[in-house]
Every structure is written in C-alpha cells, then in structure tokens.
C-alpha cells in the first residue's frame, strides 16, 4: 500500500491527471491525459475514470446507437499519455 501512495505522490509532483478506483483492498490508477489537452467527440461530454475502464455516456440514445468500434477506439487512443 505504501508503494501505492508514493505513486500517486509522484503524479502529484508531476501535475499527471489521474483516476483511482478502490477495489477488494486493492488500488487501480489509471493515468490519463488531462482533458483539456483533447478535443472529445461531440457525442460525449469527455472521459473520466468510468469511460476509462470501458463505460460509456453519450448524450442520447441516437448517439449510442451510432457509435462503433472505431468510434470508441479513436476516443480512448486520446487519453494515451504520449
């Protein structure tokens, strides 16, 4: 757990963006890119730690309905840290 915390004390010295999610006594960071470095599709209001780890928000149901694969890969490849 320690490690844990020097981890995340890391990505506070460094200004990283970052999710947690608490889970059966374990930690999950997912490291991400600071929204406003993007420009999120128009059929989300953009990723958070939910969308991250594969939920997904749109608008309305038309939107849902259109997306695809493609769609969904495109926005996730814009949270890769490069």
Known sequence: LSDAWE??????RDEQPYNLIYQNNKILC??????????HADW??????YE????VNTFNIDNFNDLTVIDLKDELDK????
């Open 52 to 55: 991250a780890c594969g939920g």
């Open 7 to 12: 981890f995340i004390e890391a990505l506070h």
């Open 79 to 82: 949270l890769i840290i490069n």
């Open 30 to 39: 997912v490291v991400r890119q600071r929204q406003d470095n993007y420009t």
């Open 44 to 49: 989300t209001a953009g990723y958070a730690w």
